[in-house]
Nanobody, 115 residues
Framework: VQLQASGGGLVQAGGSLRLSCAAS????????MGWYRQAPRKQRELVAY???????TYAESVKGRFTISRDNDRNTVHLQMDSLKPEDTAIYYC??????????WGQGTLVTVSS
């Protein structure tokens, strides 16, 4: 299983970024796809996840600002991040699971939000 994440970068507070993650090497259907993040000196936390039928769940801290989506045919998951805040600064990790999360980890992409 390989996960390739992209889309991180530097943005000013209030701005937007879109993260993408493509999964390959999986022969079974992926049930859950999601994103975790880890800020400096903090534990890794689940940001959002989405099941195969499109049901999305978000951490309270990102509700109303982030939107997760997926393309089942392409085994890709996206995270649209709007109204970004400095506290959203973290390394974001894609994660997919055959049944639940956490499952397989991607390499991480850095998101930096300047104030």
């Amino acid at each position: 299983v390989q996960l390739q994440a992209s889309g991180g970068g530097l943005v000013q507070a209030g701005g937007s970024l879109r993260l993408s993650c493509a999964a390959s090497g999986i022969i079974f259907s992926i049930n859950v796809m999601g994103w975790y993040r880890q800020a400096p000196r903090k534990q890794r936390e689940l940001v959002a996840y989405i099941t195969r039928d499109g049901t999305a769940t978000y951490a309270e801290s990102v509700k109303g600002r982030f939107t997760i989506s997926r393309d089942n045919d392409r085994n890709t998951v996206h995270l649209q991040m709007d109204s970004l805040k400095p506290e959203d600064t973290a390394i974001y990790y894609c994660n997919v699971g055959l049944h639940r999360l956490p499952g397989y980890w991607g390499q991480g992409t850095l998101v930096t939000v300047s104030s």
